[in-house]
Every structure is written in structure tokens, then in C-alpha cells.
């Protein structure tokens, strides 16, 4: 059974602290994905990876970084989180071209 | 450019009715058309998918046509149960160059009363 694992499911941090949300694959696909969702704003793309050590930005990519550095695992970083990057973090992962997406459990992030 | 428009929830309905959920997209090439189903706390899981038109993807009761002549992607099902509450979100994707990019609409959170 594909698997797409994200470390936590609920994470607390204080304003200012850097977090890091971590994502693994099972399936080795290439291309992984970071989406933050909102009530109304539905799914909002932060960065994507097409191969290691790959990264583009999507939609909404300040305040965050990005890790590839092996294929199966693809790192979320807040460099100083804010209360608005309060959200829930989904990470997906697919092949290239036209497949779908394999999407974690998400993280539920609250930043106090 | 890509986009997906679904209709707004919630849909609210008695369990056994008929569910209908609209689908439009607009793409510029020939892309593969999804819908996942997002379960409360929980990622989104694929219920179904058609990678090109006339095709009919189905799963657990629940199937949508790729009509390319109206851009559509229905998600229809017979007789809804009360499990079946949840938001659904409709996808597409289309690749470029080395990767896929995905589109999704906003979701339909859609009740099923007992």
C-alpha cells in the first residue's frame, strides 16, 4: 500500500521558533509537494520538488523553506513562525506527468 | 491558465438520495481529471480518476465522466449513506516538462442526514 508520512499530526510552536514539518514517501516519486490549507482558501501550493536537491516555489512561498536532499523525504521549514501560518500542512507526492497525487494525513500547525 | 470551479457547499442530503456535485475546469493541453475525498482532520484520498475524455472513473458508488466538449467532471452517486460526509474536492493535472502540476477546486463539503 503507498504511503506518504508526515511526522506529526498536531504540532504547537511559539512565534519566532523555526519549525520543520517532514514528509516521506514510499513509492519513489520524484515529484513531492507542500500545500497549506485554510477554510475558504482551500489548497494553496507553498513549494514543490521535482528531483532531489529540486525545488520551485508555488504560490505562497514566503516565510517558508524548503529540503530535498534524498528522494523519499521532502522538509517543510518555517525560518520564524507567525501566527498566520497557523493552518493544516499537507504533503503529496506523485510521478512525473499526469498521475495523481498521494497525499499524507497532514499537520495541523498552531503557532502561539 | 489552469483552473478548476466547483460548485459551493455545503450540500446537505437525506441518506439514499442522489448526489450531484459540478465539476468545470479550464486547461490549456489535455490534462488528467480527479476527485479526492478529504475525511475531517484527515489528507485528501483520490475516490476516483480519467485521464482522458469519454473516460468514466468510478469507486465505491461513485463515478464522473471526462467530457471534454463541456469541461466537465461531475461527480455523481446513486444513493448516499451518512459515511459518505466529507469534503470533496475536484482536480486536475497537467504536465510540464519534468513535473506534474496540480489544480484543485475550492471543495464541497457535503452532509448526509440520517
Known amino acids: 500500500d503507498v504511503k506518504v508520512t508526515q511526522s506529526s499530526r498536531y504540532l504547537v510552536k511559539r512565534t519566532g521558533e523555526k519549525v520543520f514539518l517532514e514528509c516521506v514517501q514510499d513509492m519513489d516519486h520524484e515529484n513531492m509537494f507542500w500545500y497549506r490549507q485554510d477554510p475558504g482558501l482551500g489548497l494553496r501550493l507553498i513549494y514543490f520538488?521535482?528531483?532531489?536537491?529540486?525545488?520551485e516555489k508555488g504560490d505562497i512561498p514566503e516565510g517558508y523553506s524548503v529540503s530535498r536532499e534524498k528522494k523519499e523525504r521532502f522538509s517543510l521549514i518555517l525560518e520564524s513562525a507567525s501566527t498566520n501560518q497557523t493552518s493544516m500542512y499537507l504533503c503529496?507526492?506523485?510521478?512525473?506527468?499526469?498521475?495523481?497525487?498521494?497525499f499524507g494525513q497532514g499537520t495541523r500547525l498552531t503557532v502561539v | 491558465g489552469n483552473s478548476v470551479t466547483q460548485m459551493e457547499g455545503p450540500v446537505t442530503l437525506s441518506e439514499e438520495a442522489f448526489l450531484t456535485i459540478n465539476c468545470t475546469y479550464t486547461a490549456t493541453g489535455y490534462p488528467s481529471l480527479f476527485w479526492y475525498v478529504q475525511y475531517p482532520g484527515e489528507g485528501l484520498q483520490l475516490l476516483l480518476k480519467?485521464?482522458?475524455?469519454?473516460d468514466k472513473g468510478s469507486n465505491k458508488g461513485f463515478e464522473a465522466t471526462y467530457r471534454k466538449e463541456t469541461t466537465s467532471f461531475h461527480l455523481e452517486k446513486g444513493s448516499v449513506q451518512v459515511s459518505d460526509s466529507a469534503v470533496y474536492f475536484c482536480?486536475?493535472?497537467?504536465?510540464?516538462?519534468?513535473?506534474?502540476?496540480?489544480?484543485f477546486g475550492s471543495g464541497t463539503k457535503l452532509n448526509v442526514k440520517p
Open positions: 520538488s521535482y528531483d532531489v536537491k529540486m525545488k
Open positions: 503529496a507526492s506523485s510521478l512525473p506527468r499526469y498521475t495523481e497525487a498521494f
Open positions: 480519467a485521464t482522458k475524455a469519454d
Open positions: 482536480a486536475l493535472s497537467e504536465g510540464a516538462g519534468n513535473f506534474n502540476k496540480f489544480y
